[in-house]
T-cell receptor
């Protein structure tokens, strides 16, 4: 089992460019999440998907869109990148049966720099 | 929205000293989770506490959940260099069960000097 995988690992963009961060999990988990991590700010939730076919905004959704392509895959898109989106992005998944709080499994992260 | 405050932000210790990080919420938490992130790595789940006053141990790590379920702590006895990293607490996100959403504390960065 690979767990949660993310691509790419590193990316440099120019202001205004777009890109999609890919995430996949092979644990048959119901819920998936996108976080960003900035120094001193902890992990902040961007978007989440409770189950296949549903997505919802988290704490900091502005400037991002997501797609839950199927149960395995959850992508994050930056339509017009801004320097404020320079961050480390983590994808996570969780089993979450019947609304229970299960542990979250994190991917290795994508380090994004926007110039 | 719901916030989980964590202190201290940084902690430097000599190897062998003890370490404690604290997590506080203004509202009652149904549960709290703890994660560890090694430098350059990703967060890894350590434990979940659910019951009021619960205490759980993992080798040198002791986790406590307050009686009022508004605070929690992680204590490491006799730190080792392998303990370096950032420790996060996380409580349920705003909106109730909300499909497992978590709100993370800011984290405590632990440095251990050999």
């Amino acid at each position: 089992n690979a767990g949660v995988t993310q691509t790419p690992k590193f990316q440099v963009l120019k202001t205004g460019q777009s890109m999609t961060l890919q995430c996949a999990q092979d644990m048959n988990h119901n819920s998936m999440y996108w976080y960003r991590q900035d120094p001193g700010m902890g992990l902040r939730l961007i978007y989440y998907s409770a189950s296949e076919g549903t997505t919802d905004k988290g704490e900091v959704p502005n400037g991002y869109n997501v797609s839950r392509l199927n149960k395995r895959e959850f992508s994050l898109r930056l339509e017009s990148a801004a320097p404020s989106q320079t961050s480390v992005y983590f994808c996570a998944s969780s089993r979450n049966l019947a609304g229970a709080y299960n542990e979250q499994f994190f991917g290795p992260g994508t380090r994004l720099t926007v110039l | 929205g719901q916030q989980v405050m964590q202190i201290p932000q940084y902690q430097h210790v000599q190897e062998g000293e003890d370490f404690t990080t604290y997590c506080n919420s203004s509202t009652t938490l149904s549960n709290i989770q703890w994660y560890k992130q090694r430098p350059g790595g990703h967060p890894v789940f350590l434990i979940q506490l659910v019951k009021s006053g619960e205490v759980k141990k993992q080798k040198r790590l002791t986790f406590q959940f307050g009686e009022a379920k508004k605070n929690s702590s992680l204590h490491i006895t006799a730190t080792q260099t392998t303990d370096v990293g950032t420790y996060f607490c996380a409580g349920p996100g705003a909106g109730g069960t909300s499909y497992g959403k978590l709100t993370f504390g800011q984290g405590t960065i632990l440095t251990v000097h050999p």
